[in-house]
Every structure is written in C-alpha cells, then in structure tokens.
C-alpha cells in the first residue's frame, strides 16, 4: 500500500486504485497510545505480543486479554478509516419538517425562508437554548455520528445571528470538543442569514466590528463561514468578512454555488479558502483554479436529496479532471442526517462514484483541510497515524457504502479505544 503524503488529497484515479489504496486481507494492527505503531501479518503480531490467544480462540468474543494485551478479532471484517465529516451544523434547536410540504408545493428555499421559515426560524428557536441544552442535545448528536463511525467533525455556528447567540453556539460547541473522545473543529458562521431585527447593512457592521472581534477573543472557532448565495451575503461582503477574519488568525470554509453559479467557488479559491462547500453549480475553470489553489470542493449529495432536487453534484467531473472533492453530510435542520455511510451511498447511488474514491472523500481528503499542520492528518490507516477505525460487518470494503438505512459499522474505535 502507497499512501504518499497523506497531507495531500488524492484526485482523480488514485482515489479509487483498490491495489495503492487498500491493504491485503490477513494484516494486524499494533496500536500502542492510540496511535497504529504497526501493521503486519495478524499471526506475526499475536506470536509476539499474545501467543496463546491463538491456542485459547473464542469465535463468540470479538475482544479479550491475553498476556496483558487487549486483542480485537474483527472476525474477517473490513477494517476502514474513521470518517471525517468536515460540514455540519450541529447545535441548534427545534425543527422544520413542515418545510417539506411547502416545497412539494412549488415553494423554493428563498420563498420558504422570506415566508418566515428557513434558517431564520430556526435562529428565533436556538436563541432561546442555554449553554447547557446546547451542550446536551450536542452530546446526543455526536454519540449519533459516532455509532455511524465519524471520528472527527466540523461544528458550525450559524443559528444565533447575534453576538450573544453566536458566542454561545461556540461555547457549547466548545464544551463539547473538550468532553468528546472525537477531535472537533469548531467554525464562525455569523454570516449564515441576516437576522429579523437589522438590515444587511447593520448585520454587516455587526459582524465586522462586534462578532468578529469577540470571537476571536473567544479562542473556540478556528475558521470562518459565510454563506455566499444570491439572496444572503455577495461576493464583496463574502470578501470583506474573510478579509477581517484572517486578520484575526480565522481560516476560510465556505457556502458556495449551492444553488446557482454565482462565482462563489472562483472566490474561495482567490480567498485560499481551505474548503468551498455545496458547490453544485460551479463552472468548470473555477473547479480548475479552486484544485490549483489547494481549495477542496466538498459536496453535500444529502442537501438535494432532502430537497426534492434531482439535481445531484457533478463529483465524477472531478475524478474525470483530477480535481480535488470531499463528501460531507450537512447536518442541519433541513437535512437531518449524521451518517457518512448514507452520503457515501449517495455517492455511489445517484453519482456514480465507486466506493473506494468515495471512502477517500470521507477520510483522506477532507481531513487535509482541517489544519492538522505540522502533525499528521487523520483518515488513514498507516503506521503513525491514530487509530481512528471503524469495522465492517463483512470482508468486502465496498459494503461500507451499500446499505442506505442501515448501519455497515460493527465497531468504531476511536484513538484506540473502542
């Protein structure tokens, strides 16, 4: 197994190279402080470290001690990386399901959101939350993605639109991060909608000289949001926002060309965002210059699933041109998923991606936009790495996005520990 430099993406054909991409069957895992300190013939392994497991085999205890080793029969199951799900919006409250039956009545999501719905109706219901329901329905969420077998996430904020709420949001995503067993990575998304109560104009001046100040002093978020459609904040204020943001040390994500080609992508990429999301509508040259610059483009298939839109993203474009891609879930409350293996089925499903490059737009990829910098980024399974792992219930790695509604996951370990 190749891997190269894992802090660069795989493109185009390398993605899906089962030979560069995938151990052999028969292989072991030495995991030593969390971290995959070897990887070897399983056999070779348990004669070293715990030789009479093999005399004293349980076939119905898929994890036993021996010799003070603790030992972990996948029992023939594929062993994969933990999923990186590098967009979500997981703190806010309450629900719009009745969004649903608008849209099936030609309701578009610009309509649904000036009729008083959309994300301003979730921001009136989030304000309303303590730090400590945050913090609770949070948890819940998490324990949710992690039994579909994520190991590492990106939060955004995005539901407060006001300085204390946003504040909040990344207090409880905070509270959060340091309570978990998973890495979080936490993201300012003031810019997600302008609230009721202020005009573009003083939503602006609120961002720029009131949010961004304090969240920077703040510490929680490492990166900076902004949805940049037609209809929420332009090319110029995107700029602007991002602008100021890096002054602060804030690295750009962003909402991008999710429902038309506004020029989003070219943005991001002249921005040196780290990741430009949504990204359906792009053009061809700003996927080019967004792969040049080291801007991945994470499509988020869950988004016009839930919409009715059988518009899915062109992701096979990118394998096509050896443009860099991710795949994401884009929990929110319009698209109420947390499993990675049911965006990865759409992947297969409705895009046409073969498994194994989209197992890489779930680990590999989008781990290299989250800034591990000098350290190694997760998303693999090499010597070094942590052991963020997830086995399958069968042999066949390919399964791991073939059962929408179901969960492939046997057992997800995390930093070595299950």
Not at 1 to 29: F, Y
Not at 165 to 172: C, D
């Amino acid at each position: 197994m190749s891997l190269g430099d894992t802090k660069v993406p795989l493109t185009g054909s390398e993605m899906g190279d089962k030979e560069a991409n995938v151990h052999e069957s028969g292989l072991g895992l030495l995991i030593e402080s969390g971290k995959i300190s070897r990887i070897s013939g399983w056999e070779e392994i348990i004669d070293e470290y715990a030789p009479s497991w093999r005399h004293d085999r349980d076939y119905d205890n898929q994890r036993a001690e021996y010799d003070e080793v603790n030992i972990i029969d996948a029992k023939g199951g594929a062993i994969i990386p933990g999923f990186v799900d590098s967009h979500t919006h997981l703190l806010w409250q309450s629900d719009r399901f009745n969004e649903i039956s608008l849209r099936q009545k030609g309701m578009t999501y610009s309509q649904i959101s000036k009729s008083g719905g959309g994300i301003g109706k979730t921001v009136r219901e989030t304000r309303g939350s303590t730090i400590d329901h945050l913090v609770e329905i949070g948890r819940e969420r998490l324990d949710m993605a992690i039994e579909y077998g994520t190991t590492t996430m990106e939060v955004k904020s995005g539901y407060g639109l006001s300085v204390e709420s946003e504040l909040k949001l990344l207090q409880a995503s905070g509270v959060i991060a340091d309570k978990s067993r998973i890495d979080i990575h936490s993201t300012w998304l003031g810019a997600h909608d302008v609230p009721h109560d202020k005009n573009k104009t003083q939503y602006m001046e609120e961002l720029l000289t009131e949010q961004l100040p304090l969240v920077a002093e703040q510490g929680i978020a490492k990166w900076v949001d902004v949805f940049c459609e037609p209809g929420w904040f332009t090319l110029e204020e995107t700029e602007d926002i991002v602008s100021s943001a890096k002054e602060y040390g804030l690295s750009p994500r962003l909402h991008v060309d999710e429902f038309e080609d506004s020029g989003g992508l070219s943005l991001a990429a002249e921005l040196g965002a780290s990741s430009a999301d949504h990204v359906g509508h792009s053009n061809s040259e700003a996927r080019s210059l967004a792969s040049k610059s080291g801007t991945m483009q994470t499509f988020l298939p869950g988004t016009p699933y839930v919409l009715g839109s059988k518009d899915y993203p062109p992701i096979t474009d990118c394998v096509q041109n050896d443009w860099a891609f991710s795949l994401a879930t884009d929990f929110n409350p319009n698209c109420w998923t947390l499993s990675i293996p049911f965006i990865g089925s759409l992947a297969a499903h409705r895009c046409g991606i073969d498994p194994i490059s989209a197992l890489a737009a779930v680990t590999r990829n989008p781990s290299t936009t989250l800034g591990y910098g000098d350290n190694p980024p997760v998303g693999t399974i090499s010597e070094g790495m942590d052991a963020n792992l997830n086995i399958l219930y069968t042999e066949n790695v390919d399964a791991w996005c073939q059962v929408p509604g179901m969960n492939p996951i046997s057992k997800t370990m995390v930093k070595g520990l299950l």
